[in-house]
């Protein structure tokens, strides 16, 4: 957070805000379920690397790429394009993700706390997500590291959202 949060206006900031808002049971309602919207939303956003990307190009946002003749930005590449290549429908991903997730990675994953999660996120952006060359094409390799990357992260998105969710609840 000295790095990159100085005015208490990022993702870990937020997270920390929502979650409270969920927690308190003398929170309006609707507020309560925009609140745990926000909550999965931005767990979910700590787990892509480039959310913890670059300010100077806007987290890959300014960066343009193309794979197999699809132009996109760097960014929408890691967030949208990589996850569209995961063979089956949303919830066939869902359901193979939980199912190869081990005992040990579980364990692993429900802990730590929402800086560490990001961090992770920054070290990725900065040793694969930015590795895309002077070309800007991206290789098979590159979007084969990228894939076992973002179903990695998806895991731990999803172990962490419901240990914190857990937490919360408690």
Same mark, same amino acid.
């Given at each position: =957070?000295? @790095?990159?949060?100085?005015a208490?206006?990022?993702m870990v900031e937020a997270l920390n805000w929502f979650s409270s808002v969920v927690a308190d049971p003398k929170?309006?309602?609707?507020?309560?379920l925009i609140a745990l919207r926000y909550v999965a939303h931005l767990v979910a956003d700590m787990h892509q690397p480039l959310h913890a990307g670059r300010r100077e190009d806007r987290g890959g946002t300014e960066i343009t790429v193309s794979y197999k003749g699809q132009t996109t930005n760097l960014?929408? +590449? /890691?967030?949208?394009?990589?996850?569209e290549m995961a063979e089956g429908n949303p919830?066939?991903?869902?359901?193979?993700? #939980?199912?190869?997730?081990?005992?040990n990675q579980r364990a692993e /994953? =429900?802990?730590?706390?929402?800086?560490? /999660?990001?961090?992770? $996120? +920054? @070290?990725? $952006? @900065?040793? #694969?997500a930015y590795t895309v060359g002077e070309s800007m094409e991206l290789s098979d390799g590159y979007v084969a590291s990228a894939l076992r990357i973002v179903t990695r992260r998806l895991s731990q998105a999803g172990v962490r959202l419901g240990w914190l969710l857990n937490n919360i609840f408690k």
């Open positions: =957070q000295e @790095r990159d949060c100085k208490r206006d990022c929170a309006p309602i609707n507020m309560r960014h929408l +590449f /890691w967030d949208i394009n990589v996850v919830e066939e991903l869902a359901k193979e993700l #939980n199912e190869s997730i081990t005992r /994953w =429900q802990s730590g706390e929402p800086k560490i /999660w990001t961090d992770e $996120s +920054f @070290r990725l $952006s @900065r040793s #694969n």
